[in-house]
């Protein structure tokens, strides 16, 4: 068995309808339909052919945003999750880079880094040379003045850790960013990089390893086996390039609102709505969510 949920703004039963229709058409063999939040989303459960069943539901409605899975697992049990573009709305380094008055030049080599077309790693290294002498201060002031959580990013963590999931944030961002998000958030775990700053200044370096795609990938494996989960159990969401490993492991691995990479290889998407979606896939209801 294998369910489809729908989200969107005014979501009507006529959608829902249609939906099992083109199902049907496609020989998914849908089965019930119910409603997780009337006018927001539903699932409609079926038969066969998922791969068919996404095929036929992505995009053949305006502003909705369809996850498929099977139903068995459906409730995650780890929330593995990228924060940059994800869980907050900006690329910290970007906006801490406008404080050094070069955001346009660090801001072009993070859309490729995140696209997939230099190595993390490296561009990683060569933006932050250039914040070189930069006043920690900058930090805190970038904090407060434009780091800003994602829609739907704290009800999603706080409400799976209320019912019981491991929350793990892991961003190839700078932990002066990632600790205090993640604690507002409600995540349990936080690894991210580390910034070296000497005499109040940043030094133009991050501790190594640097935190990459391999670590993201590597810490949603441990924690899978450190909890005794199946694959099935584990969620991860992510926008760029360094999330695709994470997201290829996760029983529901999802690109929200991500570059063109990884929203193709992805087994799920969020394109139109927000976080919350996640919790809809789940099919918790949104009389059981916990406040943000």
């Known amino acids: 068995m294998f369910i489809a949920t729908l989200v969107a703004d005014g979501l009507a039963g006529g959608q829902l309808s249609d939906a099992s229709d083109r199902l049907a058409s496609s020989g998914c063999a849908p089965g019930p339909r119910q409603w997780l939040d009337e006018g927001r989303a539903a699932d409609i459960a079926f038969d066969s052919n998922p791969d068919q069943a996404r095929a036929t539901l992505e995009g053949a409605f305006a502003a909705t945003d369809v996850i498929v899975q099977p139903a068995a697992h459906r409730e995650k049990k780890l929330l593995v999750a990228d924060m940059d573009s994800t869980m907050i709305t900006v690329e910290c380094i970007d906006e801490l880079a406008d404080y050094a008055g070069i955001k346009g030049q660090i801001a072009e080599v993070t859309e490729r880094a995140m696209r997939g077309e230099l190595d993390f790693a490296e ?162 209801l949104r009389s059981e969510w916990v406040a943000a």
Do not use: W
């Open 123 to 284: 561009a990683l290294d060569a933006r932050v040379a250039l914040l070189k002498d930069l006043e920690e201060s900058a930090i805190d002031r970038c904090l407060a003045e434009r780091v800003r959580d994602t829609s739907g990013a704290a009800t999603l963590v706080k409400t799976m850790a209320a019912r019981g999931s491991t929350t793990v944030l892991v961003s190839g961002g700078f932990t002066r960013f990632a600790g205090p998000v993640g604690e507002r958030l409600g995540f349990q775990r936080v690894i991210a990089n580390v910034l070296e700053i000497a005499e109040a200044r940043l030094t133009g370096t991050v501790t190594k390893p640097i935190v990459d795609s391999a670590t993201k990938e590597t810490t949603l494996l441990a924690v899978r086996e450190e909890l005794g989960l199946a694959p099935a159990q584990t969620l991860a969401v992510g926008d760029g390039a360094n999330d695709l490993a994470m997201i290829r492991q996760a029983g529901l691995g999802v690109a929200y609102r991500a570059k063109p990479i990884v929203a193709a290889a992805a087994g799920a998407r969020i394109d139109h709505t927000d976080l919350t979606t996640l919790l809809y896939a789940q099919g918790i």
